[in-house]
Structure formats: C-alpha cells, structure tokens
C-alpha cells in the first residue's frame, strides 16, 4: 500500500483513538486523507453499534484491501501515547494543508505564470484566500468538537480574564455600561432611518477605538475615501465639513486649516498600526473574511473590531429575504472563525422611514423601539447579539417644522436606544450631544445620563 504524507501522523492520531475512542470526535474528518475518512468511518460505525473495536471487525466494516495491513498495524504495533494526541492531531492538521495547498496551487500557479497576457487578479485572489485560510486552520487551536472538560477549562480561562479586569470595550464608556462591549465572534448591528446619525456614530466609535489603542478597521463600502476622512478629520478637530471643503474661506483661515489638518494627520499615522480605513465599493462579502485575516496578520493580532458601513452594500447580497438570512450568517460565522467583533450599520425598514408626527410634541413617539424595524430584521436582528437604534429628534423637528420656533431652541441629541443584548441592559437609552457641523457625537450631561424607556 502507498500512503501519502498524511499516512504517518493519521497512524499517529488513529492509534491514539484505539486506546480512547472518545478523541474520535477531537478531529475533522476533512483532515485526513481518503483511505483515512474510510478507517475514521469504520471506527465510527463500530462504537456506534457497540462492537468490539478490533483490526478483524475494523478490516470487516472497512472493507477495503488496501488499508489492510495499514489496520493491522494500528493494533499490533501500537506504541503512541494518548498524551500526545493534542501533538500528533496538530501534526495532522498541518499534513492537510500542506497537501491541500500542494494539490491546488502546483496546478494553478504554473498556470498563472505561464499564461501570456494579462494577470488573472481573480485567481490570484481565489489562491491568496486558500493559503489564509488554511494557514488559519493551523493556527487555530479549538477542536472540532470540544469534551466538556475543554469547555470548562476555557471558561475557567474566560473567568479568570474578567477577575483580572479584562473588557472588550466599544470604547466608548457610556455604551459599554449598558452592554457587555465588543465580545470577540460576536455582530453588534447600528440601525435607524437615513440621515438618522448612524454612520456619524460608527465613525466617533471608530475614533475613540483610534485614541484607545484598540485594533480597528472601518470599511466604507458606501461612502468614498475623501468623504470618510472628511467627516473623520471634522470630529476629530472641530473644523465643520463645509470649511474643509476651502470654498467659502479665506487664505489666511485656508493656510490655518491646512496646518490643523497637517498636525492632525501625523497624529493618525502614529497610530497606524492598529487601525485601517478601508474604502471597498464592490466588495463581496466571500472576500470579507479574507480581508479581515490579512487586517489581523498585519496588526499582530487575534482580535479586532470591524465596522462595515453600510453591510447590505456588500456586492454579492441580494435583497431576498433567503439571500439575507443566508449573508448575515456567513457574516456571523466569519465574526465566530475569527475571533473577531462585527458592527454592522444597516437601514430601517420603510415602515420606521415613513412616519411623520402629526406635531413636534409627537415626535419623540417615532422613536425606534423595536427590531422588526431593521430592514430584513428577521434574518440580522436573530444574529445580531446586540442591536442598537439611533434616533435624534431635532433631526426630525427641522424635517417636518422647520418655522416651529421650538424647533430652533432644542438641543440636538442623539440617542442610542439598546434593543437588544444578551446579559445587557435592554431598552436603555444612552443620550449625546451631536454637533452636525463636524459630526461629532458627545456625552450628554444631565442627572440621569441613562436612561430607561421601558420601566426597567
């Protein structure tokens, strides 16, 4: 019999699962070769049935003559030992990708470079995408399905981390007062109608994660480079949008505004290393992940926060209800492989969009209180382990009565309502003050600063 490479740490790993069958559901069967999948289903088939595992039953359930002596092997000269499974499954895990990536890219990449004419981008990418993710199998250490007594062990680990003081923050300490913060795997999603605030808010979170050395990355998949870095170089200063426009200033305050800007982005660059803005329109969302491993690998790090603005603008979402649920849990599983925290910014429903106050007293009445108002909510609202809407009433107050003498006195606050949040602080409202000039969203000092709008 020919064995492959993989054939020496299978024999490894099926030897340990002989002497403690319950290791046999600690791999992935996709590891192992196709000889290997016909011993793995023979072992599974025996214990299932309660048969006595041995090389006779195991060469009858089996039935293959080629993996005959390999079996009897496994019995007869069986010297591993169960202590080092952890070792010899690692080892597996390698083997299979080494031959994945020996299968695939020999082929393709003597393809590649011998083809005349242009450079076949999207192949290119397809190959880039298998080496990260089977590098990102190597590098992940959880098994394929845990024993209890993993998952004890790593919440004790979890425990400890938290009495140690250990907090994903949002970064913003009003908002994780009333959430259990940016919990790596996990999709916080930002809704409300258009021109609500949402972005606003995803980009001054994006910032304080920039002042807080938090490792961040802010796709922009709707709005362009100059405008993002517009709105962001606004909050950061203070100079309104429109003056960093030049058009309505003079030479003197353009030379000012020009040396405020200059100061400001050596300041950025300082702290590049850990955050990103990324302007992606046409972006799929099965490239997604692969941008946010290469993200991690250039930051050195295993978990970040990603902000996807807007997420219903990935190319390759269709508006289908099926297509939506099916994309918000690739999303979803994606956060999970990668250990890392999703906000995703989406719309509100028409139903939330089109309502109009009867008076400007009545205008606190449309606030979001809700998630059947997410657009396609069924599907993200589910998988979404915190839900946040925005609502800010002058907003709405210089929509529908802009000569109301009462519009022009209200102070412009933003509200940040959670809707949703496991072990969080559901219906809490977190106010802001928001400055529309510069985008910039503030806390809200008053007696009460959170507020509870369902009693609780």
């Known amino acids: 019999m020919s064995f492959n490479v993989q054939f020496e740490s299978e024999k490894r790993v099926f030897e340990c699962i002989i002497k403690n069958t319950s290791l046999l559901y600690d791999i992935d069967p996709d590891w192992l070769s196709h000889k290997g999948k016909e011993i793995y289903n023979g072992i599974e088939a025996l214990t299932s049935n309660k048969k006595s595992l041995n090389a006779d039953n195991l060469i009858i359930q089996v039935n293959d003559e080629d993996v005959r002596d390999f079996v009897v092997g496994l019995f007869e000269d069986n010297h591993s030992d169960v202590r080092d499974f952890e070792i010899y499954k690692d080892r597996l895990k390698t083997d299979h990708v080494r031959e994945t990536i020996s299968e695939r890219l020999s082929d393709d990449l003597k393809i590649l470079v011998n083809?005349?004419?242009?450079?076949?981008?999207?192949?290119?990418?397809?190959?880039?995408?298998?080496?990260?993710?089977?590098?990102?199998?190597?590098?992940?250490?959880?098994?394929?399905?845990?024993?209890?007594?993993?998952?004890?062990?790593?919440?004790?680990?979890?425990?400890?981390?938290?009495?140690?003081?250990?907090?994903?923050?949002?970064?913003?300490?009003?908002?994780?007062?009333?959430?259990?913060?940016?919990?790596?795997?996990?999709?916080?999603?930002?809704?409300?109608?258009?021109?609500?605030?949402?972005?606003?808010?995803?980009?001054?979170?994006?910032?304080?994660?920039?002042?807080?050395?938090?490792?961040?990355?802010?796709?922009?998949?709707?709005?362009?480079?100059?405008?993002?870095?517009?709105?962001?170089?606004?909050?950061?200063?203070?100079?309104?949008?429109?003056?960093?426009?030049?058009?309505?200033?003079?030479?003197?305050?353009?030379?000012?505004?020009?040396?405020?800007?200059?100061?400001?982005?050596?300041?950025?660059?300082?702290?590049?290393?850990?955050?990103?803005?990324?302007?992606?329109?046409?972006?799929?969302?099965?490239?997604?992940?692969?941008?946010?491993?290469?993200?991690?690998?250039?930051?050195?790090?295993?978990?970040?926060?990603?902000?996807?603005?807007?997420?219903?603008?990935?190319?390759?979402?269709?508006?289908e209800a099926s297509d939506i649920e099916q994309a918000i849990n690739k999303t979803s599983d994606i956060a999970n492989r990668q250990g890392v925290h999703l906000v995703a910014i989406v719309q509100a429903n028409r139903e939330a969009s089109k309502k109009s106050p009867a008076s400007i007293e009545l205008i606190p009445s449309m606030k979001i209180r809700n998630i059947d108002n997410i657009k396609n909510s069924a599907a993200i609202g589910e998988r979404s382990r915190t839900v946040i809407s925005v609502f800010r009433a002058k907003k709405l107050a210089e929509q529908y009565f802009p000569d109301n003498p009462l519009t022009e006195a209200m102070d412009d606050v933003f509200e940040a309502t959670i809707l949703k949040c496991s072990n969080g602080k559901i219906g809490s409202t977190v106010k802001y003050i928001y400055q529309p000039e510069c985008f910039r969203i503030t806390p809200y000092i008053e007696d009460d600063k959170i507020e509870n709008d369902y009693g609780m």
């Open 115 to 319: 083809k005349r004419g242009d450079l076949d981008i999207r192949k290119v990418e397809d190959l880039s995408r298998l080496l990260e993710e089977n590098l990102d199998l190597i590098r992940s250490k959880r098994s394929s399905v845990a024993t209890m007594s993993d998952v004890t062990r790593r919440y004790k680990e979890e425990i400890a981390d938290r009495i140690s003081g250990r907090f994903y923050t949002y970064g913003d300490a009003e908002l994780d007062k009333v959430t259990v913060g940016a919990q790596p795997g996990q999709i916080t999603t930002l809704f409300g109608p258009s021109s609500m605030g949402k972005s606003a808010y995803a980009l001054n979170l994006f910032n304080k994660q920039i002042n807080k050395h938090i490792p961040s990355a802010y796709f922009t998949l709707e709005m362009d480079e100059v405008s993002t870095m517009d709105r962001l170089i606004s909050l950061r200063t203070g100079i309104p949008v429109t003056d960093l426009q030049m058009k309505n200033v003079d030479g003197e305050e353009k030379a000012f505004i020009k040396d405020v800007i200059d100061s400001e982005i050596q300041r950025i660059n300082k702290m590049s290393d850990w955050m990103y803005l990324l302007d992606e329109p046409g972006l799929k969302l099965s490239e997604f992940e692969s941008k946010i491993m290469k993200l991690k690998k250039r930051m050195g790090v295993d978990y970040m926060i990603a902000f996807i603005d807007l997420w219903s603008m990935f190319a390759d979402i269709r508006p």
